[in-house]
């Protein structure tokens, strides 16, 4: 359910409808309407597909549309694809090109949500990997905000583990993995939390059910390693970017559940959460239940840098023309 504006937000316009818009379908632009898949579908009986988030930010100062990390998502589609035994993929150049056409051919002057996917496109009953094709998909639709982020986010521990990597690569997104996320999610919210905080096998505090972690200790940023599970996240590598140019040092390393509960701040960060922060864990405020200042500040500058108002981390966004 969306929520309130994120800063620097537009109000959007009056939602197209869905099947009008033109996505990338095994190689053409088509209408969503005419883009179907077979019930027998591979990817669709078996989970056998990746996908990448991408969102893109409307400046309405500067009547522009930005495209964020789009060539560090397709070079990680591309990877995880060949988790998945695809051979043959398009280029990042290439990848980037059909992103950027299919948000441009929309014309849509708002924010946006990006979804590439390369699934198995064979007909085949038979679970496995091999000797199956593979096609690619890509659709742009307007989005808001995932979360709260002006007010913070409470979270409660999941009964339910992340996926170890040894089961099913935690770094991958894998279609068929984020079945895990879902029982995560669910669970939170029917039992009127915001999001779940998820643990490791050992019990280390891993992520969100699809978003990275920080926690802030006397001053220092803590964010688990890549070894406890976690998605490689694209937001997780710009928030060390910024928490550099903030002159916050970042400490990588396992993270307990109780030590959230003695700290001073928290935030969930991930292209669907963007920067959010939170207020409670467990029913117990983390920090004092408020926005902490380091959260603050590197919030602001992300939502300027994804919006294109700040030149030197211009290298972040890519102008996506307009009906173009």
Known sequence: MLTEKAPGQATPPAAPALDDLICYFEGQYVPMRDAKV???????????????????????????LYGLFLREHM?????????????GLPTVDELVDIVVQTASRNGLREDLYI?????KSSRAVGVRLHHLDHELVVFAVPFGNYLDTDKGVRLMTSSWRRNADEALPARGKIVGGYVNMAFQKSEAELNGFDEALVLTPDGHASEASAANMFVVRDGILLTPPVNDDILE?????AIFELAARDGV????????????YIADEMF??????????????DHRRVGDGEIGPITRRIRAAYFDAVRGRMPELAHWVTPIPIGG
């Open 233 to 237: 996240g694209v937001t997780r590598r």
């Open 38 to 64: 077979s019930i027998m579908t591979h990817a669709f009986m078996y989970g056998t597909a990746v996908f990448e988030g991408i969102r893109a930010y409307w400046n309405e100062e500067k009547g522009e």
């Open 75 to 87: 070079d990680r589609i591309r990877r995880n694809a060949g988790m998945l035994l695809m051979e």
């Open 268 to 281: 969930l960060c991930g292209t669907g959460v963007q920067l959010s922060p939170v207020v409670e864990l």
């Open 249 to 260: 040092t970042i400490e990588v390393r396992s993270i307990d559940r109780s030590e959230i």
């Open 115 to 119: 979804r590439p996917s390369f699934y």
